[in-house]
């Protein structure tokens, strides 16, 4: 089980790279980097767009390359403070992720699940690649799916315009009873009309939301971003609900800079703009008991 030490940070982040459209490792290196964490990716493919609606994308599978990438940095005798997974497109990477759990087992594990979104998996995310995934989630340290795919995870229907406390809560300790410690579930909306991200830590023993205000339109890499800055907050010394409250301000931030441009949504967030707050490392208090 990995331990805030409060020395030199070091993520393998083992994600696809989209060229246009920010989201992916586009977003991930520099959003842990300003906040002073070292990225070492691992690409598992190479995408000229991300996959949201700008035409026929040129995409590179980098799967033969992971493992060696992985042999190399053992014959270096590197460690690692945290290995962060994201969209993978195989069973295949699924297990070479699995082996870079084993080779740094003192790691913070990290694994955001990308499955699917507004109720439903993604085409290319069937039966088999789900049943891959959770096996992932289940070595992991630290979970952050969407509603969606928690539901899929918990191999439940997705069937709610709105969660009660109770409701949250539950879906958050069976999601932990998988075995991560440490859960959180993006972009839920609360039966009481607010839109949150919420968390449990299963030893601590604590349940957290952080409200966000709505914007009606939706920008690619947002998840990607919210797990980075969440995972630089805990390896630079916040608490979970301090994390969880930095990761949602800041998204929340560079959503409402590019939403008051008017960009095309496809293009993502405006996170050039948004980046130097992250350098500020005051204490965020915008969490709330769930």
């Given amino acids: 089980?990995?331990?805030?030490?409060?020395?030199?940070?070091?993520?393998?982040?083992?994600?696809?790279?989209?060229?246009?459209?920010?989201?992916?490792?586009?977003?991930?290196?520099?959003?842990?980097?300003?906040?002073?964490?070292?990225?070492?990716?691992v690409p598992t493919a190479v995408l000229s767009t991300h996959t949201g609606g700008l035409g026929e994308v040129?995409?590179?599978?980098?799967?033969?390359?992971?493992?060696?990438?992985?042999n190399h940095y053992?014959?270096?005798?590197?460690?690692?403070?945290?290995?962060y997974t994201g969209f993978l497109g195989s069973q295949t990477?699924?297990?070479?992720?699995?082996?870079?759990f084993q080779a740094f087992p003192d790691s913070l594990k990290v694994v955001d699940p990308v499955m699917g979104d507004h109720g439903k998996a993604y085409r290319t995310c069937g039966k088999e690649l789900q049943a891959g995934m959770a096996k992932l989630?289940?070595?992991?340290?630290?979970?952050?799916?969407?509603?969606?795919?928690?539901?899929?995870?918990?191999?439940?229907?997705?069937?709610?315009?709105?969660?009660t406390h109770s409701q949250a809560k539950s879906m958050l300790?069976?999601?932990?009873?998988?075995?991560?410690?440490?859960?959180?579930?993006?972009?839920?909306?609360?039966?009481?009309?607010?839109?949150?991200?919420?968390?449990?830590?299963?030893?601590?023993?604590?349940y957290w939301y952080v409200p966000c205000d709505y914007v009606p339109v939706s920008y690619p890499g947002t998840g990607d971003i919210y797990a980075s800055v969440l995972v630089g907050g805990l390896l630079t010394g916040d608490s979970l609900s301090i994390a969880m409250g930095r990761a949602t301000s800041f998204v929340e931030l560079a959503i409402k800079t590019t939403f008051?441009?008017?960009t095309d949504p496809r293009y993502g967030v405006m996170l050039e703009s948004a980046l130097p707050w992250l350098t500020h490392k005051e204490i965020i208090k915008n969490f709330e008991i769930l």
Avoid: W
């Fill in 1 to 41: 089980m990995y331990t805030n030490t409060g020395s030199f940070r070091r993520v393998a982040a083992v994600h696809d790279i989209s060229g246009f459209g920010r989201c992916s490792l586009t977003v991930i290196i520099p959003s842990l980097s300003v906040m002073g964490v070292q990225v070492c990716p």
């Fill in 58 to 70: 040129a995409i590179r599978d980098l799967t033969d390359y992971i493992l060696p990438a992985l």
């Fill in 74 to 83: 053992k014959a270096l005798d590197l460690s690692f403070d945290a290995v």
């Fill in 93 to 100: 990477q699924i297990g070479h992720c699995l082996e870079f």
């Fill in 137 to 163: 989630v289940s070595a992991a340290d630290i979970i952050t799916p969407n509603l969606t795919e928690a539901c899929i995870l918990l191999n439940q229907s997705f069937e709610f315009s709105s969660l």
């Fill in 173 to 206: 300790a069976r999601l932990s009873e998988t075995g991560p410690s440490k859960v959180i579930i993006t972009g839920v909306q609360l039966a009481t009309g607010e839109m949150a991200n919420i968390g449990y830590d299963r030893n601590a023993g604590a």
């Fill in 260 to 262: 008051s441009y008017g």
